[in-house]
C-alpha cells in the first residue's frame, strides 16, 4: 500500500472534470426521462453530431469558437424537436419498446451516416479552454512556462489527456503557453475550470428556463402528470419537442466540452461516455434533474479516485485502469438492483 | 352452453389490443386438473361465491393443488343453498369467471390457438427449402463458408427472440453471448484439446452460464432498465475482452489451431470438407430449432409467456419467477454461445474485434425485424438482414470506392439499413416481418402490447 496522497487532489479535480461532463451528457438523459420516462439510447450519438457540428462550423468554416457552439446547439435543439415529432411523438408514451426500438435504429443511423460523412478517424478540434486567455494576471499562483511544458508531456498519458500538445511535443506547449493553477499541490487545469464554469452557466441557464418561463412551467406539468396537464391546456406534445430540444442541446454542450480532451471528434467518441452518463443518471435518479448533476460528478469522482488513484496508485495494480468501464456498469447494474429510483428519483409504485 | 359463447376469462381493462382469452390460456394451462375439476360442474352452480373464494381456487403453487382443489369444488357444489336472493347477476359474472377458466383449460384452447398459415408461408417454405438444396451445388467455397455462417447466424437471432419475444426481457446485449461461445470453444479445442463436439457443446454451455449471471438481475431489473444494463454489458465486453488475452486472444486476437476434418467417405475436396460443415451446421440449428419449439409449447415456454405477459398472475399460478426468468435467459444465451462455437468451425479464427457493441444491436435488430415471439420469424429475420446486406453490397460496388473504403461502407450499410429499417418496421410493422405470414392476427394493428412489461412501468 503506497498512499500517495499527495497526488488525490490531482485524481479529485479530474474526476470533477470529467464527472462534469458526464452530468451535462447525464442531464440530456434525464430531461427526456423526466418527461415521457424513455431512454433515448440515441443521446450519446446525437451529442457527437452536435460536436461534429461544431467542428465543421469552427474547424472548417472558421468560425469563432463559441459562435460555432451555440449555433451547433440551436441546430441539436432543432434535431431533437424533429425527432421527437417525427419519430416518437405518434408512439403512445406508455408503450416503450417501440421508442426503444426507434432510439436504437436512431442510434445505428447516426453513428453510420457520421461514419460515412466523416469516417472514423480522429479529427482534431480547437479547445475553447486550452491556455488562458491573454486577460488573465500572470500571478505568481502561475506556473512557469517551463515546467508548463513538463505538464503537458506528463499529461499526454492521463485518460483525458492532452493528447495535441503532447504528442507534438515541448515547443507546441510553449505555444500553448500556461494552461494550470497550483492549488494545494495539484494542477488545477484551465480546461478544469472552464468545463466547470461552462456546466454552471449551463445549469443556471436551465433553471431560469424550467422555473420562469412558461415554456418551463409546462414542461414541469407534462412532466409531473402527463394527463392533468393535457386537461388543463398545456399543449403537451410541443412541450414534449421542448424538452427534447433542451436535451440535445444539453448533449451538445458535453459532447463540445469532451472533444478537445478526447484528442477530437470521431463517431464513436459518446460511447464510454453515455455509459458513464447513464451511470450517472442512474445514481441519481433517472427522473431527477439535480440527481443527475451529482450522479454525473460523484461517477466522475468515483472513476478517478476509487479505480485511477486507489486501484493503480494506491494498490498498485495496473489493471485497474481498464475497470473504469465495468465500475460504470456495475454501478448502473447495482443502483437499478438495489434503489431503481436512484438517489434523488421518485420511487414507483407498481400496482397490479 | 359451448365453450366459445364464455366472456373473456381474464378481462384487461383498458387493452383492446389483446386477443381475447389468449393471456388465460396461457395461465390456465398450468392447472389443467383443477380446471377440468370445475369444468365438468353441472351449470346451474354458476351463482356461486363471493369473488374471494372465486379467485381463491386459483393454487398459489401448482405442485399442490390437490386439496384446495377438492376444497373448491366442494364449495362451488355447495353454494347454491346459500345464494342470496338479490344476487345472481354478479354471482353469475363470477361463476363465469371460474368456468371462463376452466374453459380456458380445455384440451382445444391450451396455449395459443392453432395458427393458420397464409399462402406467403408455403411461398416462403418452398424459397427456404430450395435455398438450403441448391446453395452448396451452386457455390463456391468461400461462399459456401459465407452461407453457412448466415445459418448458424439464426441461431444468435433465435436467442435474442427467446429473452425478448418470448421471456419479456429485452436484450441489446446478445453479441456478448456469441463472444463468449466461440472465445469458449476455441479455448476448449485448442487449449485443453478437446474433442470438437465437447467444445462446442462446452462454449455453449459457458456462454448459457454467463446468460445466467446475467438472467440474474433481469430478475428485478425490467423493461427499458433491463434494456439500458444489458447495452451498458454490450458496450463495455470489447475493452474488457481486450484484457483477457489467454481467453479472447487480447487485441489480436485468437486463431484456432485444430480443424474439424470430414470423415475421409465425405470427400476430401475443399469443398467437400465446406459442405460437410455446412451440413453439421444445418443439422444443429434444425435440431436447435426444433428444441426451441417443443420448450416454448411445453411446460417451461409456457411459464416463459406468462410471466412476460403478466409476472404477478404467473406468479400466482405457480410459476417460479426466479427458475423462470433465469433459466429463459441462459436457454437465450446458450443458442447465442452455440452460433459463436459453430462460428470458429467455420472460420477458425475469432477476435474481440468480431463483436463490437453494434453487432448487438444488429442481433436484437434482426429479431425485431423478422418478428419477435416466432422461431420462423428469426430465420426470416436473418434472410431479409442478408437480403439487405447483398443490396447494400451492389450498391457498395457501383459506387466505385477503394477496397478498404468499400469495406468499411459496406459495414456501414448494415448499420445504417438496419437503423432504418428500425424505424421504419416500428411503423408499419410493429410486430415484425413475420406478420405478413399470419392470416389469423391482424399484423398491422396489432402493436407491442404483447411483449411484456411495459404494461407495469405504465402506472
Redesign the interface.
Known sequence: MNWNWEILPDFIFNGLRDGAVYAAAALALVLIFKAT???N?ATGELAMLGAFFVYVLNVEQGLWLWLSIAIAMLISAAIGAAVERT?VR??DP?????V???T??????????A??VW??QVRRVNDPFGHFPSWVPNGSELKTSSEGNIACLENADGDLAEVAAGTAGAEMCEMVGRTFFEVIGARLHYRTIGIWIALALALIALALILGKTKAGLAFRAVSSNTESARLVGVNTGRTLGFGWALASVFGTLSAALVAPALGGVNPNMM??I??YA?AGA?LGGLDSLGGAVIGGLVVGLIKSVLVSWFGVVVLGQA?FS?LQ??M??LL??IV??FR?AGLFGTR????? | MSDDNWPSPMPRPGDDDETPGADASVFAAFAPPHDAAIAALPDDTTAAESPEEATATAPPEDDDFGPELAEAALSVRSAPQGVPAGGPQTASGVGNRVRGLASAGGADRVVSPRRRSGPLSWIGAVLLAVWLVAMPLASSVTELRQNTQIVVMVLAVLGVNIATGYGGMISLGHGVFVAVGAFGAAYAVDDLALPWVVSIIAGAAFAGAIGALVGLPALRIKGIHLALVTLGLAIVFQPLAKRVPTFSGGVSGRAVGAELVPPSWFGTTRWAEGLYRYVICLAVVGLAMWLTHNIIKSRPGRAMRAVRDNDTAAAVYGVNLVASRVSTFAASATLAGLAGALGIVLVPFTSQESYPFQESLVLYATAVLGGLGSIWGSVLGVAIREVFSAIGGFLGDVSGLGPLGEFLRLLDEEQFVFGVLLVALTFVFPRGLIGMFNRSKPWLRYGWSRIAESKSLQN
Request: glycine share 4%; proline share 6%.
Open positions: 420516462t424513455l431512454i439510447f419519430l405518434p408512439f406508455a408503450d416503450h419498446l417501440p426503444v426500438l426507434i436504437l435504429g436512431l442510434f445505428l443511423i447516426i453513428n453510420a451516416v461514419g460515412d469516417n472514423y460511447l464510454t453515455l455509459i447513464l442512474a489493471y481498464i468501464l465495468a460504470a456498469f448502473i447494474l437499478l438492483l431503481p414507483r409504485i407498481e400496482r397490479v
